[in-house]
């Protein structure tokens, strides 16, 4: 298992600035608001050779009373629990206050090494003397640092080292099947994800918009290795009014651009909602594979006939993807949570599919036999071949005489048919359409 390494702090002291900083990307939201980052961030990083794990947590404050304040406490303290070394920022512009005290006192008692960085440094020249106040905490020698500029986070990563175990070959995360929890607000993404992991990992609670970023968990079972991300909930547009929602938003629509699978997260109790249908229409738009997860299932009264009139509404509101499979769950009870990772391999597999030009073309023939192509005042479509270009989702280029005559019920036609043939019921597939004397792309 590769080192960890925790960034812990008070609120708003530049914890996620220099996560970002390190991590290379902007992975965590910054803003000038304290309690932003709820959840536990990992990314990887690199340093003199030495490839580990990097975590953002939320500002730990030691005398907490509200919920969220208090699950972001018990993400830190968990966070501290799995690393190797703990980077405890301070904020030189506040100087020591008494919660930086308290989480040094925190820190000691967990035993942890700790390497006390101490942040908004950005004048170049001499260091300010004010640094030497945060010798007090008694976490040894403070290093004066620029999350915002980048300076002394070499000195930070050179202090990390000393603390890592002797380099071994590590297994690498290639191969991993990214898995995007997405949805509307309060629907049990991050619940979810806590059953799949059998700890709580992500924040849960009733209040809506918890969760902020979106937070990715290395995972490993006996189906495979795992990423599992979970998502912010996504709101009507009119209701995203608050700054960091909107980051959140953006955070949940990159996510599906990076997963390879994307689980829909629908309401039992509520059924297909507007808001339901546009999350999942994003999905469909970036090509991604998709499940369609219907949570809270044993809050629901049911005779024999529930799971079927649902599961028809489903397909009716959510007509664009007909090929995602559904499954009905309950993440209070685990009813049928085992399923999704068997299911979530299924789809992404059909989703990396290569298929011979000779496979697809003895299935064009066929479909073409079975239902002549569409002829407009006198004039015959003619289909000469079809191939596939990439994956993720399957596209296939077909080329034909006249591409104002490929209609577009008999391209669906075709869609149907070479799902039926290769099994690709979980993947969007892409048709491209092309004359004869066009490059192929």
């Known amino acids: 298992m590769r080192p960890r390494v925790a960034i812990v702090g008070r609120p708003n002291v530049g914890k996620s600035l220099l996560f970002n900083r390190l991590a290379g990307r902007r992975l965590s939201i910054v803003e000038d608001t304290p309690g932003v980052t709820r959840d536990r961030l990992y990314a990887q990083c690199e340093w ?97 640092l620029s999350a915002l500029h980048g300076h002394g986070t070499g000195d930070i990563l050179d202090e990390c080292l000393k603390y890592f175990p002797p380099a071994e070959e590590e297994e690498a995360d290639a191969g991993a099947i990214k898995l995007a929890f997405i949805g509307k607000p309060n629907v049990g993404k991050s619940s979810i994800v806590n059953r799949l992991l059998g700890e709580e990992r992500v924040i849960v609670s009733d209040v809506a918009g918890t969760t902020r970023d979106a937070v990715d968990t290395p995972f490993e079972n006996e189906y495979g290795k795992y990423v599992l991300i979970d998502t912010a909930g996504m709101r009507r547009k009119s209701r995203v009014e608050d700054r960091v929602e909107k980051f959140s938003v953006m955070r949940a629509r990159l996510a599906i651009e990076r997963a390879d699978v994307c689980l829909i997260m629908l309401d039992a109790r509520d059924g297909v909602t507007e808001q339901d249908t546009k999350v999942a229409g994003m999905a469909h738009e970036a090509g991604r594979a998709s499940v369609i997860l219907v949570n809270k299932w044993d809050l629901v009264v049911k005779d024999d006939r529930t799971m ?36 979530a391999n299924e789809v992404n597999e059909q989703a990396n599919r290569r298929i011979t030009t000779g496979l697809l073309n003895n299935v064009l023939a066929d479909a073409q036999a079975r239902v002549q192509p569409p002829t407009d005042k006198g004039r015959r479509l003619k289909i000469f071949y079809m191939t596939e270009v990439s994956v993720r989702p399957p596209t296939f280029v077909l080329f034909c005489n006249d591409a104002e005559l490929f209609h577009f019920s008999y391209q669906r036609y075709l869609e149907n048919q070479i799902r039926a043939a290769f099994g690709l019921t979980g993947t969007p597939i892409r048709l491209v359409i092309r004359e004869r004397g066009e490059k192929e792309p």
């Open 48 to 144: 003199s050779g030495r490839v580990f794990d990097i975590v953002d947590t939320g500002g730990i404050e030691p005398a907490a009373d509200s919920e969220i304040l208090t699950f972001m406490r018990e993400q830190a303290l968990i966070a501290i629990d799995t690393a190797n070394v703990v980077v405890f920022v301070g904020d030189i512009t506040t100087g020591v206050t008494a919660a930086d005290q308290e989480v040094a006192a925190m820190l000691q008692r967990s035993g942890k090494p700790v390497v006390l960085a101490v942040n908004k440094m950005d004048s170049v020249g001499p260091v300010d003397p004010d640094i030497y106040e945060f010798y007090s905490l008694g976490l040894g020698d403070p290093i004066a």
């Open 308 to 343: 079927d009139k649902l599961k028809d509404d489903i397909r009716r509101d959510l007509s664009f993807m007909p090929y995602a499979p559904i499954l009905f769950i309950s993440a209070l009870t685990g009813q049928r949570v085992d399923r999704i990772f068997a299911l």
